[in-house]
C-alpha cells in the first residue's frame, strides 16, 4: 500500500511564504506524475501544478509566477514552494500522485493540509 502524508501548511500573512511537502511512502516501484491539487470550502477541486519531470512543469494561471512545484525523486518527496500569498490562496492543498508499486500503476491522494492566507 502506497501513502502519501502532506505537511507544511499553516496560517500566513497576504505576501508571505509556505512551503509544502508531500513525502510517499509504501512499495514503491515507480513515480509517475505528481500533482498539488486545493479545495476551498465550496469550491470544486482544482489543479495548482502538476510535476512530469524536473523540465516539465504545469502550473494554473493563478498561481503562475508565485508558486514552484518540485521533487526531490530518490525520497519521493513532492514540494510546492508558495510565495506571495494571497487570501484566495486558502485552502486545503491535496497531494496527488500515479504510482506503481508492482505491475499497476495506480493513483494516490493525500489527506491534505491546511493552507490559511490572512492578516
Known amino acids: 500500500q502506497i501513502q502519501l502524508v502532506e505537511s507544511g501548511g499553516g496560517l500566513v500573512q497576504p505576501g508571505g511564504s509556505l512551503r509544502l511537502s508531500c513525502a510517499a511512502s509504501?512499495?514503491?516501484?515507480?513515480?509517475?506524475?505528481m500533482s498539488w491539487y486545493r479545495q476551498a470550502p465550496g469550491k470544486r477541486r482544482e489543479l495548482v501544478a502538476r510535476?512530469?519531470?524536473?523540465?516539465?512543469?504545469n502550473y494554473a494561471d493563478f498561481v503562475k509566477g508565485r508558486f514552484t512545484i518540485s521533487r526531490d525523486s530518490a525520497k519521493n518527496i513532492l514540494y510546492l514552494q508558495m510565495d506571495n500569498l494571497k487570501p484566495e490562496d486558502t485552502a486545503i492543498y491535496l497531494c496527488?500522485?500515479?504510482?506503481?508499486?508492482?505491475?499497476?500503476?495506480?493513483?494516490?491522494w493525500g489527506q491534505g493540509t491546511q493552507v490559511t492566507v490572512s492578516s
Open positions: 510535476f512530469i519531470t524536473s523540465n516539465d512543469t
Open positions: 496527488h500522485g500515479f504510482f506503481s508499486g508492482g505491475k499497476e500503476v495506480m493513483e494516490y
Open positions: 509504501g512499495t514503491i516501484s515507480r513515480a509517475y506524475v
